[in-house]
C-alpha cells in the first residue's frame, strides 16, 4: 500500500514537471502561422486525407475497425516497386553522396535493374505514437517528458501528428505543420487512467489513417513493446506493418524500467523487445532502447535525420506474376566493379555502414 501511495506522489509530481517542459519548450520556439493544411504542399508528401481539425474526441467507430487483409500491396494499375533506403553508419547517422550504380536490389534473390533513382533532403512526415497506460506511468513519463525533445527538430515544412494509446487510440493532433499544435496535444497527457497497452490495434489503426498520404512517413512509437489485449495478434499487426509504406521506430521505455526495477527482467521482456526490433527492421525503421534521459535527444536527432536523407529506388520486378505472394527484398551496396562497396572517412579509415529498406512487399493478385 505505501509503495501504491509512493508511485501515485511520483506520477502527480512527474505530470507537474512535464507542464513545466512543455511551458519552456514554448518560449523557445517562435510561434508558428498555422493555415491548415493544403493540398498538396510541394515536397514529397500529400496532406492526409482529412483536412478538418482532429475533433476532441474519439474517432468514429468505423474508422478503428482494421481489416488485416485489407492491408497495402503493390497496385494493380502499374509494376513499378519503389523501395526507400538509408544508409547509415555505426552510430546511426546518415551516409550521403552514395550514386544510382552503388545500389544494388534483389528481389527474391534475382537482381533488378534500378529504373529510378533519387535523393534529396525532404520534409518529415511523422505520427507520433505514444503508450498512455499508468501500468508503467512512473517510468514512462520519463520518455514522455523528452517527447517534447522531438519539437526541437520540426521544421516549418514537416507535419507532425500526436496519438496516444491505452484501450483504444485517440488522436490528439491531426497532422499539423504547427509545433504549438504538437506541444498542446503533449500537453493533454498527464495521469492516464488505465493499465490496458493494446499496442498492436492502435499501430494498426495509425497505419490505416496514413496509408493514403504519398512520399516519405513514419511512425515514432514511444512504448514498452506489452500488449494486452489487442483484437489484433502480433503475427496479423506484424503482416500489416510489412505491407505498409510506413517506416517504424520503436523508442522503448523498457530499459528506463529495467535500470531502475533489478527484478523486471523476465522472459515476456525479452519476448517486447524482439517484437519491437523486428517490427523495425520488417518496415525499414529502427528500435531504439536507451537506457538513460540523455541518450532521447540523441536519438530525435537521429531519426530526424535518417528522415530527410533517403535514397529512393525504383524497379520493375522480371517476376510479373501476380499471385499476391509476398516477395523479400535485399539492398546491397556495390562499387563500379560490383564488388561490396568500400566507405572510407577523412582520414582514410573504413566506415562500417548498414543499408535500411523495407524487408519486401506483396505482389498484387491478377
Known sequence: MKRKYQMGILAIVLALSLGAASGWIRAQNEPQPSTGPQAPVGETVLVPKKT?????????????????????????????????AMVVDRSGNPIP?????????????????????????????????????NKWWPFLSIALQHAYGFVHFIRPKDWVAVVDFDMKPEILADFTQDRNEVIDALDRLRVPLFSETNLWDAMAFTIDRMKDIQGRKAMLMICSGFDTFSKLTYDKALKIAKASDVAIYPISILEFISVRESSFENIESAQARNALTTLADYSGGKAYFPRFEADLNTI????????????????????????????????????????????????GKVVKYRVVARDGYYAPKS
Request: hydrophobic fraction near 35%; charge should be neutral; charged fraction near 20%.
Open 52 to 84: 478538418q481539425p482532429a475533433p476532441a474526441t474519439k474517432p468514429p467507430a468505423q474508422t478503428e475497425k482494421i481489416n488485416p487483409n485489407d492491408i497495402y500491396t503493390l497496385s494493380t494499375a502499374t509494376s513499378l516497386v519503389n523501395v526507400e
Open 97 to 133: 553522396n552514395l550514386g544510382k550504380k552503388n545500389f544494388r536490389i534483389f528481389d527474391d534473390g534475382v537482381p533488378q535493374s534500378v529504373g529510378n533513382f533519387a535523393v534529396a533532403e525532404a520534409p518529415m512526415t511523422v505520427c507520433m505514437l505514444i503508450e498512455f497506460s
Open 300 to 347: 530525435y536527432g537521429q531519426i530526424s535525420a535518417q528522415l530527410r536523407t533517403r535514397y529512393s529506388l525504383g524497379f520493375v520486378p522480371t517476376n510479373t506474376t501476380k499471385d499476391g505472394r509476398y516477395h523479400k527484398l535485399k539492398v546491397d551496396l556495390v562499387d563500379e566493379q560490383g564488388n561490396p562497396l568500400r566507405i572510407v572517412d577523412q582520414k
